[in-house]
């Protein structure tokens, strides 16, 4: 495959000035960047081909040899005499090119960056109770805030500014990096261009300390296990007074002995005797409001069997209404039998019949036409 002329690749012509070359360059590498074109084959290939055309046609002696030569300037073993075969190399990571273009573009100099103060994460535990009312809780933790000394500026009262020694006042840096001269933030003055000539002596004009802040929070009614709630501005303080980070409130339910909890479901196992099972009844049971509700428990109520409350559930978070509760009957067969119940329950059994068990006797009646059915 013949390799297509570098200054075609680009768009320019033979006669391109290093401004124009840089610009065209810029233009092409940013629309067939790998991050803008995840998986795109197509677009990586083009991405390297405009690089290394760039590559070649930057550097003033390559481009000479690129002129004279063509692309045999550089192939391997030097045909056309004189080659540079020293491939292509110098990159950076993509990332490290792609920051530096968006560094231009912003405009260089006195350019602050807004350094945002930091997020912080919260994790805070919850009962269904308190999930249920809904609650406003105190809470507690390290934070940076801004220094009242300096009121955030980092300076000592009256002292200025002055020019970054790193970088001359410019806020950048240059580098050679490989063919390319790159130019990054400043990291003595953050890009300012500028630095304090007297620190603050409270925060060494960071502009901020270390605190522990306490704030109340307001769990809205319904919350559920996971969610998770943003408190703007309650972060962190960024340095040299630039705006707090939020913070992150982590919900988590604590269990209850007594209600499991779906979403705005709630269920409730209710244990009840064979005798209230057999002979029907009624059972308080709780809800997570706090009261009672007298469930009527039907003559031959079975195990496992349901009954739904509507709307003793659990609030529909930013809402007015409510779940559903759901309770499960779990008859309890009972143990330590005197000599005396345990008659009682042989005298009973002999008064049984078919019709008071009509699921084993169905049971048995299926087993016994299975087996019949094998031979
Ligand atoms: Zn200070
Ligand atoms: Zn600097």
Known sequence: MSKRDYYDVLGVTKDVDSSSLKSAYRKLAMQFHPDKNPGDKNAEKNFKEVSEAYEVLS????RQAYDTYGHD?????????????????????FSDIFEDFFGDMGGRGNQRREQRGQDLKYEIDIDIREAYTGIKKEISFDTLIRCDGCSGSGSEKGSGLKDCGACGGSGRTRASQGFFTVERTCSACGGAGQVI???????????????NRKIEVNIPAGVEDGSRIRLSGEGAVGPNGSSPGDLYLFVSMLDHPIFDRDGIQIYCNVPISVVEASLGGEVDVPTVSGGKVKVKIPAGSQNGDQFKLNGKGMPTIRSTSF???????????????????KRLLKEFNEELSQKNNPESTGFFTKVKDFWDGLT
């Open 73 to 93: 300037a550089f192939a391997q073993g030097g045909a056309g005499g004189g080659g540079f075969s020293d491939g292509f190399s110098g990159f950076g990571s």
């Open 323 to 341: 779940g559903d509760m759901v309770i499960t009957i779990n008859v309890e067969i009972p143990k330590n039998l005197s000599d005396n119940q």
């Open 59 to 62: 550097n003033d002696e390559k």
């Open 197 to 211: 000539t007297d620190p603050c002596s409270s925060c060494n004009g960071e502009g901020r300390r270390r605190k």
